[in-house]
């Protein structure tokens, strides 16, 4: 068998032992199984409500491309027999979601129809099949029911899933794309944090990573969101970026741009992280030999569930995994945090570039994602 042919078959395989793992109330050696007695003796229905919010930013965020102020969001509430499940769906502009594409997909969103949230994968198959696309307005879905499952069963859902919660890694802080002064500026605010993800891409690269390295020798994270355009250039910038203590690349060329990126993975010195160019689950295996490793982002995969299982194929895959967050309340960041324990780097910042958050969850403590033991996705609302 050759050994493209063993690489397909590998992928395939990936694939579709993702589709069998179990999370919410799934057991593990020496541990008692799990039961749902509220869920199985309850004659409840499960009642959705949302509204859209505005996030504010701290500071202009300017990214290869773009820049903003706010971010568009959905809060979600699921209410079961007296108890709630706080939900989130996050629109930055590349998505191509809004309030009202959310709004809209969540109006047709009937789930009075089930009487066990237990049930994830059948709830969750049948908002998937609602429409297509839509990934953030379905996270917040999932989001919420992970977060009404574990309050049921009074667990955080790390200890439901068997995670560690001490081996939690470090997360970046993000330095946009600014003039020197700024940047230098941001880096030194974010001082209590061990490592820091850069934005590159608006044509001052060398200036960022020089003005972030005149005050600070932390490792960095860099992510140029599509910004370079030749694949020999951007060859050259990754073996400097190496020389600058760079940890990884984050999404270099155009997401369409498949052979050059291809052949910058296979000479890079650096890890290249696939990000835009990464959405669903059923595109994973597809990028083994183009990317180094992933972004998952809950606002993409649809939520915790696949984004669950995109870790399991990845790791399958021999591909590196990073967990990231859009801009975010700690509603869908701490929901992302309890998957963080898994993964290689995580990026678990957004609550912390906005002025607005409405909930208090997951901390960061000496720049290392800290998780609670509050049940559920590990949060409380502060405000309303």
């Given at each position: 068998?050759?050994?493209?042919?063993?690489?397909?078959?590998?992928?395939a395989?990936?694939?579709?032992?993702?589709?069998?793992?179990?999370?919410?109330?799934?057991?593990?050696p020496?541990?008692?199984?799990v039961?749902?007695?509220?869920?199985?003796?309850?004659?409840?229905r499960?009642?959705?409500?949302?509204?859209?919010?505005?996030?504010?930013?701290?500071?202009?965020?300017?990214?290869?491309?773009?820049?903003?102020?706010?971010?568009p969001?959905?809060?979600?509430?699921?209410?079961?027999?007296?108890?709630?499940?706080?939900?989130?769906?996050?629109?930055?502009?590349?998505?191509?979601?809004?309030?009202e594409?959310?709004?809209?997909?969540?109006q047709?969103?009937?789930?009075?129809?089930?009487?066990?949230?237990?049930?994830?994968d059948?709830?969750?198959?049948?908002?998937?099949?609602?429409a297509?696309?839509?990934?953030?307005?379905?996270?917040?879905?999932?989001?919420?029911?992970h977060?009404?499952?574990?309050?049921?069963?009074?667990?955080?859902?790390?200890?439901?899933w068997?995670?560690?919660?001490?081996?939690?890694?470090?997360?970046?802080?993000?330095?946009?794309?600014?003039?020197?002064?700024?940047?230098?500026?941001?880096?030194?605010?974010?001082?209590?944090?061990?490592v820091?993800?850069?934005?590159?891409?608006?044509?001052?690269?060398?200036?960022?990573i020089?003005?972030?390295?005149?005050?600070?020798?932390?490792?960095?994270?860099?992510?140029?969101?599509?910004?370079?355009?030749?694949?020999?250039?951007?060859?050259?910038?990754?073996?400097?970026?190496?020389?600058?203590?760079?940890?990884?690349?984050?999404?270099?060329?155009?997401?369409?741009?498949?052979?050059?990126?291809?052949?910058l993975?296979?000479?890079?010195?650096?890890?290249?992280?696939a990000?835009?160019a990464?959405?669903r689950?059923?595109?994973?295996a597809?990028?083994?030999?183009?990317?180094?490793?992933i972004?998952?982002?809950?606002?993409?995969?649809?939520?915790?569930r696949?984004?669950?299982?995109?870790?399991?194929v990845?790791?399958?895959?021999?591909?590196?995994?990073?967990?990231?967050?859009?801009?975010?309340?700690?509603?869908?960041?701490?929901?992302?945090?309890?998957?963080?324990?898994?993964?290689?780097?995580?990026?678990?910042?957004?609550?912390?570039?906005?002025?607005n958050?409405?909930?208090?969850?997951?901390?960061?403590v000496?720049?290392?994602?800290?998780?609670?033991?509050?049940?559920?996705?590990?949060?409380?609302?502060t405000?309303?």
């Amino acid at each position: 068998m050759n050994s493209g042919r063993r690489s397909f078959l590998k992928s395939a395989g990936a694939v579709s032992l993702a589709t069998a793992i179990p999370l919410v109330g799934c057991t593990t050696p020496g541990n008692p199984p799990v039961s749902t007695p509220r869920a199985q003796m309850g004659k409840g229905r499960m009642k959705l409500s949302f509204s859209p919010y505005e996030l504010q930013l701290k500071h202009t965020f300017t990214v290869a491309g773009n820049s903003r102020n706010t971010t568009p969001v959905v809060l979600t509430e699921i209410e079961y027999e007296g108890v709630t499940g706080y939900g989130e769906a996050s629109m930055p502009p590349y998505l191509g979601e809004s309030q009202e594409s959310v709004t809209g997909f969540l109006q047709r969103v009937n789930l009075e129809q089930f009487t066990d949230p237990f049930m994830l994968d059948e709830i969750l198959a049948y908002v998937d099949s609602l429409a297509e696309g839509n990934s953030a307005a379905k996270a917040c879905v999932d989001i919420a029911l992970h977060d009404l499952t574990g309050k049921l069963l009074d667990q955080p859902l790390y200890r439901l899933w068997g995670i560690n919660p001490r081996n939690t890694p470090m997360t970046s802080f993000t330095i946009g794309i600014d003039t020197a002064e700024v940047v230098k500026a941001k880096t030194i605010e974010a001082d209590r944090f061990k490592v820091l993800k850069v934005k590159l891409g608006g044509g001052n690269d060398r200036e960022m990573i020089s003005t972030v390295r005149s005050v600070t020798s932390v490792p960095i994270y860099v992510d140029v969101n599509q910004g370079w355009k030749d694949k020999h250039e951007s060859l050259e910038m990754v073996y400097w970026l190496k020389e600058q203590g760079v940890i990884f690349v984050e999404q270099p060329l155009s997401k369409t741009a498949i052979d050059e990126m291809a052949w910058l993975t296979e000479r890079s010195p650096l890890p290249i992280i696939a990000d835009e160019a990464f959405q669903r689950l059923s595109g994973l295996a597809a990028l083994k030999g183009v990317y180094s490793g992933i972004n998952i982002k809950l606002m993409k995969s649809t939520g915790l569930r696949e984004a669950h299982k995109m870790i399991t194929v990845a790791r399958a895959l021999d591909m590196k995994v990073m967990i990231g967050c859009m801009t975010e309340t700690s509603c869908a960041v701490s929901a992302a945090s309890q998957l963080s324990p898994l993964v290689d780097w995580a990026d678990l910042d957004g609550n912390l570039l906005i002025s607005n958050d409405l909930y208090e969850g997951v901390k960061v403590v000496d720049g290392k994602v800290t998780l609670n033991e509050l049940p559920g996705i590990g949060i409380k609302k502060t405000a309303s």
